[in-house]
């Protein structure tokens, strides 16, 4: 069984450009969120996604932009990189619906490094 | 707005003895969950433990135990019979308000297993 995916793992970036990053979800799983780990920081929350629409959103610009694919995978677009915008993203994916009791816990991926120069 | 705070930035311990985390939390929802992940060098965030709010009794799973003292408004993790592998960052987190499943992070504790 597959765990949360994610790619690529390393990115450079040129501040001013765009950039995606792409996420499969743990199998059986139908909600993803994404999170931006600076160097040093615990991870900040961006937004989570469900049934294809964005569901939650922490408090990041409008730069950050995502959407959720039929098969539940996902991506994050980030438009117009700044310096600050290099960390590490990472990918949790969860199961909120359908069961009797919803799980809690959150799968989260191994991440890909963006670096913007 | 919720806060994790965590207050030691690193930890030395010794192979084999018991280390304890702290964490304390703010927020004003009276319903929430508490977490405990542990992310290696390698960058991914591993689950460790969960307490919710209502529950009676501290969370546990294996060598991880979670002290939760709702009053104190703390969640200190406490680990057994320490291993050189659980050398990691390890940071402490909230589920969202209103159920929402957001997490917020505290900065983390860098814990280092010597020999």
């Known amino acids: 069984d597959a765990g949360v995916t994610q790619s690529p793992t390393h990115l450079i970036k040129t501040r001013g450009q765009q950039v995606t990053l792409r996420c499969s979800p743990k199998s059986g799983h139908d909600t993803v969120s994404w999170y931006q780990q600076a160097l040093g920081q615990g991870p900040q929350f961006i937004f989570q996604y469900y049934e294809e629409e964005e569901r939650q959103r922490g408090n990041f610009p409008d730069r950050f932009s995502g959407h959720q694919f039929p098969n539940y995978s996902s991506e994050l677009n980030v438009n117009a990189l700044l310096l600050g915008d290099s960390a590490l993203y990472l990918c949790a994916s969860s199961f909120l619906f359908g069961q009797s009791e919803p799980t809690y816990e959150q799968y989260f991926g191994p991440g890909t490094r963006l670096t913007v120069t | 707005a919720q806060k994790i705070t965590q207050t030691q930035p690193g930890m030395f311990v010794q192979e084999k003895e018991a280390v304890t985390l702290d964490c304390t939390y703010d927020?004003?929802?009276?319903?929430?969950?508490l977490f405990w992940y542990k992310q290696p060098s390698s960058g991914e965030m591993i689950f460790l433990i969960y307490q919710g709010s209502y529950d009676q009794q501290n969370a546990t799973e294996g060598r991880y135990s979670l002290n939760f003292q709702k009053a104190r408004k703390s969640a200190n993790l406490v680990i057994s019979a320490s291993q050189l592998g659980d050398s990691a960052m390890y940071f402490c987190a909230m589920k969202g308000e209103g159920g929402a499943d957001g997490l917020t992070f505290g900065k983390g504790t860098h814990l280092i297993i010597q020999p």
């Open positions: 927020t004003s929802d009276p319903s929430y969950g």
